[in-house]
């Protein structure tokens, strides 16, 4: 079964600070790749997606992620952090033939102004 | 405004309790699922709908039974629950590959927050 691994938990930044978030996923077959963001008292909402072409895909709010498929990667990225990114984010992953997406266990971001 | 309306936002229940979640989506959509939000782990996904017709259940214990009437609604009945079920219960749907939302996107609701006593 797909499996999701985000390895940082709990990431405090300064304002301005650049962010990389990693994810990575267990199986190796045709995927679709996504990150979700969730503000604080608010629900999931998709930050960025990845489907096929293009392996740099950018999403709302200038972030990036880049899906590495030799290193089962897919990774976020901002250049530069504000207040308002302190929110909790997903990596989740499709697996061709399956409706339902598999969640990591989210990582809590902590923006410091 | 999400397009998925969860109802209640918050509900507190005895173990002996029967109550029941409601999830509404107004997006068209044609596919809806349940997942589980608990502190510190992955959401679990419990039951996937399609066209009314469940196609997963991620063996999800008897005391939790989904009910689809329809592609826009979907319940969750909850029966003699554990005070370890108190979690975040989210509610998404999506489109059908190909469509508007790209293939697998997920639209979820605000959850609503069970706690068991």
């Known amino acids: 079964a797909q499996s999701v691994s985000q390895h940082n938990h709990h990431v405090i930044l300064s304002e301005a600070a650049s962010l990389e978030l990693g994810c990575n996923y267990s199986?190796?077959?045709?995927?679709?790749l996504f990150w979700y963001v969730q503000y604080p008292g608010q629900h999931l909402q998709l930050l960025l997606k990845?489907?096929?072409?293009?392996?740099l895909v950018k999403g709302i709010k200038g972030f990036e992620a880049e899906f590495i498929k030799s290193k089962f990667s897919f990774n976020l990225r901002k250049p530069s952090v504000q207040w308002s990114d302190t929110a909790e984010y997903f990596c989740?992953?499709?697996?061709?033939?399956?409706?339902?997406?598999?969640f990591g266990s989210g990582t809590r971001l902590q923006v410091q102004p | 405004e999400t397009g998925v309306t969860q109802t209640p936002r918050h509900l507190v229940m005895g173990m002996t309790n029967k109550k029941s979640l409601k999830c509404e989506q107004h997006?068209?959509?044609?596919?809806m699922y349940w997942y589980k939000q608990s502190a510190k782990k992955p959401l679990e996904l419990m039951f996937v709908?399609?066209?009314?017709?469940?196609?997963e259940n991620n063996s999800v214990p008897s005391r939790f039974s989904p009910e689809c009437p329809n592609s826009s609604h979907l319940f969750l009945h909850l029966h003699t629950l554990q005070p370890e079920d108190s979690a975040l219960y989210l509610c998404?749907?999506?489109?059908?590959?190909?469509?508007?939302?790209?293939?697998?996107?997920?639209?979820f609701g605000e959850g609503s927050r069970l706690t068991v006593l």
């Open positions: 998404a749907s999506s489109q059908p590959s190909g469509t508007s939302g790209g293939p697998g996107e997920l639209f």
């Open positions: 199986y190796g077959g045709t995927v679709n």
């Open positions: 990845y489907f096929s072409g293009d392996p």
């Open positions: 989740a992953v499709k697996d061709t033939g399956r409706r339902a997406l598999t």
């Open positions: 997006l068209g959509h044609n596919a």
């Open positions: 709908y399609n066209f009314k017709e469940q196609t």
